[in-house]
Structure formats: C-alpha cells, structure tokens
C-alpha cells in the first residue's frame, strides 16, 4: 500500500489526491493535512466572495476527500506540530502543496505606515481567514490606491467599491460587510508600473467594472497604445485591452449617477509612501516608460493622497526547516515539482504565484507521474497509522472531514438572508463548531 501525505488542502493539493487515486486507486492512502481545522484553501480564503461560480470546485475537491482512500487532518501544523523530515519518515511521499501565502513585500519608504496593507491581508480580511480577523482597515479616507495590475487588484477594487445589495449571494463575511457600508471612498485608483499592452487582467473581470451600481471604470485615452497595435497580443490580453478602451470611450454625463471613480493609472512606478501621523495620506509615484516591457522611470513624480493603499503584487510561498528555498523566487526549489528523494510540491509552492485554479490540475497529474516513475514499487511504511500514533502522543487536536462537514452546516444555518454562508472567523469558533469544548 502507498502512503502519500499532501501538506495543505486547497485545490493544487486535491487536485494531487485526485491524481494519485486514479493512478494507484485502492492501492493508495492519502492523507492532506491543513494548519486550519477547514479545508479548500484559496477557495475559501482566496477567491472574492461575489464569485460563488469559481468556488463551486470545491465540490469536486470534496467528492476526492470523502473517498475512503483519502483523509483530511485539520488544525495541524506543518513545521511546528510535526515535522517534514517525520512526514518523510511515515510516509513514501510527502506533497508540499501550501500556495502562497505572504504577500511580496512593497519594500518602500514609508511601507510600515498604517493602513498600508498587503492583498493577502486584506483579501484574508474579507474573507474571514483568521490570520486577518482584527485587520480593522480605516476606509474613511476618499482615496484608496491599489498598486498592481493583476485580477487581485481588480478584486480588491470591485469589493471596495460594491454597495451593500451588490453583495447579496456573496459570502463576505459580516466585519467585512459591515465596515465597507461605511465606507467614504470615493476614489480607487488602480496603479501599474507598465501599459495597458501588460497587464495580467482577465476579460471576464475587466467586464465587471461596468456593472458595478456606484462606481464606474476611468481610463486615460492617452495612456492607450495606437489601437492597430493589439494585433500582436495574445487573444486573452487582446480582449482585455478592448475593455480599456471602452473604458475610455464612457462619456462623462454617464458617470454622472456613478458617485465613485475606478481610475486606472498607468506608467506610474510607487517610489514612497508618506505619512501623517503614523498613518498614510499620500503615495510619491514616478512617471514611467516601457522598453522591451520594462519600466524604466522618466524622473517625473507627483503624489496622489490615499488614505488606504493596499499592495497587489505578488505573493510568496513559506519557507519549511528543512525544505530546500528559492529566495529568489519564493518558492520551494524544485525540478519539475522534485525536491529531494520522496518530497515533492505542487501550485504554486512549485511554480510561484500564477496561473488560475484549473492551472493546478496538470501540475497536480504531472507530479503523480513523477512520483511513480521514482517509486515503481512501494515497500512498508506507517503512512497515516504513524501519524496518528504521533499526534495522540503530542496530544494534537485533529479535525478531520466529518468535522468540517459540521463547521460548513453550523456556517450554513447562520448565513444572512441570501447568503450561501456566514463563515466563523476565529480557529475557536471553528473548533467549538466541530464539536471541541
């Protein structure tokens, strides 16, 4: 019998269980374990709260966790809890499939002012993660500057913008709701390096900004490339800069019910964050130009006031005692998801910070591939025994599936009118839910 653990549980590590049951079916034991007691990963904690279609994958992560193959080990932490190097001991293969989960640092003057936030945090704010409960972001200010141009940005920008109704179906969770109907922000510009030819937004979340009831889209036709020149763009990209461009086209006596301006700000490098009080009240951008798609700065500055800058830049993956790192590129060094002899990664633990959800899938496959063609046979090991042995001993306080299965009812039944869920926020509440005195 294999003995496979998976270290995390959104979708690169489901994806991976379900590989692994389709290459080795009853001959396999897989055990995914998460640092919180709930499973799903981005999907739960990632994904915006208004896009309940794209976190409908997780009922086919859940159709792979309640085989009688594979488990689910909740509230245990990898690197603290147990180790890797006793994962590898118990197991044949140990998967590291923990994304990535820091934000890229902004690594500017004045970064640690108040207020100044990365998407991480501020995606996991909203989106009840408890890491980020007590976030407590100030959004009196008028101005809100997102610095990135990747569909993170888009998100953070639509959120800050929606009305309380625009949220109906949503699973926003209710501190997040709550602060945001108090809002004073008025105007949310979202800052890129480079031009609109390099943005890494997707058509479908470009197509929003339009929809949205109080906010509408701003473009400077100026920034806009000769339009003969998208011919050389890939399709997707393409597309997306047709949007840009019926941004610009919006009249200005149609913005006239649309009180809030998402106003795009291209060839705009942040160079320093300035403060008032301990708190940020501008951000010292500098003009830029692209050459061979790099921006290289033009000398010209001036400030844009902000009162919330949140940085949607990137994100890193978490070094592991032990696990060889690439500091460089935040992830784990790896050749085609192999680390060492019986440690592997999967996501973006392997690949960094890109591509969608569905990208995880092959990555997923491709590694299972890797391991068998590495351990043709597999001889004795403990696997999930083991661990359970381990954990008893440390007096470990596992949550397994049918665990969660009563934290996802409990969150259920407490939804708001129209809501699929109210999420608890705390890992107590979590607990407590499942059933924990």
């Known amino acids: 019998m294999r003995k496979i653990a998976i ?21 396999v034991e897989i055990d995914v374990f998460d640092r919180l007691p709930v499973p799903f990963g981005l999907i739960r904690s990632g994904v915006a709260p208004d ?74 704010w909203y989106n009840g993660h408890p890491q980020f409960t007590d976030l407590s ?26 009305t309380e109704a625009e949220f109906a179906g949503s699973d926003i969770v209710d501190h997040a709701l709550e602060a945001l109907k108090l809002s004073g922000i008025r105007r949310v510009v979202v800052l890129g390096r480079r031009g609109p030819h390099q943005i890494a937004m997707t058509p479908k979340e470009l197509g929003e900004l339009v929809h949205l009831s ?19 763009l890939e399709p997707g990209i393409r597309k997306s800069v047709a949007h840009l461009r019926a941004f610009a086209a919006i009249p200005e006596s149609e913005r006239a019910d649309r009180p809030i301006d998402i106003e795009f700000d291209f060839f705009a490098a942040p160079r320093r964050l300035v403060g008032t009080d301990g708190r940020v009240s501008a951000l010292e951008v500098e003009r830029t130009r692209v050459d061979k798609g790099r921006a290289i700065g033009t000398g010209e ?40 002899d019986g440690l592997y990664c999967v996501g973006w633990a392997r690949r960094g910070p890109s591509g969608t959800i569905g990208t995880n899938r092959p990555d ?35 949550v397994r599936f049918q665990d969660w299965q009563k934290i996802d009812a409990a969150e259920i039944a407490q939804a708001r009118d129209g809501a699929p869920r109210e999420k608890f926020v705390t890992l107590e509440a979590m607990l407590a839910a499942a059933g924990r005195d």
């Open 51 to 124: 896009h309940q279609s794209i976190k409908a994958v997780a009922r086919r992560f859940e159709a792979v966790a309640l085989t009688d193959r594979v488990r689910f080990l909740g509230n245990v932490a990898i690197g603290q809890d147990v180790s890797v190097a006793e994962l590898r001991d118990l197991y044949h293969a140990v998967v590291l499939a923990t994304g990535a989960p820091h934000d890229r640092p902004l690594d500017l003057p004045g970064d640690d002012l108040s207020n100044v936030f990365g998407s991480a945090a501020f995606v996991g």
């Open 7 to 27: 270290i995390g549980s959104g979708p690169a590590g489901y994806y991976t269980a379900e590989a692994a049951l389709r290459q080795w079916g009853d001959s």
């Open 301 to 340: 500055t001036y400030r844009i006031p902000a009162g919330l800058v949140i940085s949607c830049i990137g994100y890193q993956t978490s070094p592991i005692d032990g696990v060889p790192f690439d500091q460089r590129a935040g992830r784990f060094a790896n050749d085609g998801g192999r680390i060492l």
């Open 137 to 162: 972001p100030d959004l009196s200010g008028a101005t809100a500057v997102v610095i990135g141009n990747g569909n993170v940005a888009l998100d953070v920008a639509r959120i800050l913008t929606k």
């Open 364 to 398: 997923g496959y491709e590694v299972v591939e890797t391991m068998a063609a590495d351990q043709p046979s597999a001889g004795s090991r403990p696997g999930g025994a083991g661990f359970d042995r381990l954990a008893a001993a440390r007096g470990l306080d596992v």
């Open 214 to 232: 109080r906010a509408y889209p701003r473009v400077d036709r100026a920034d806009l490339p000769p339009e003969d020149d998208d011919i050389l």
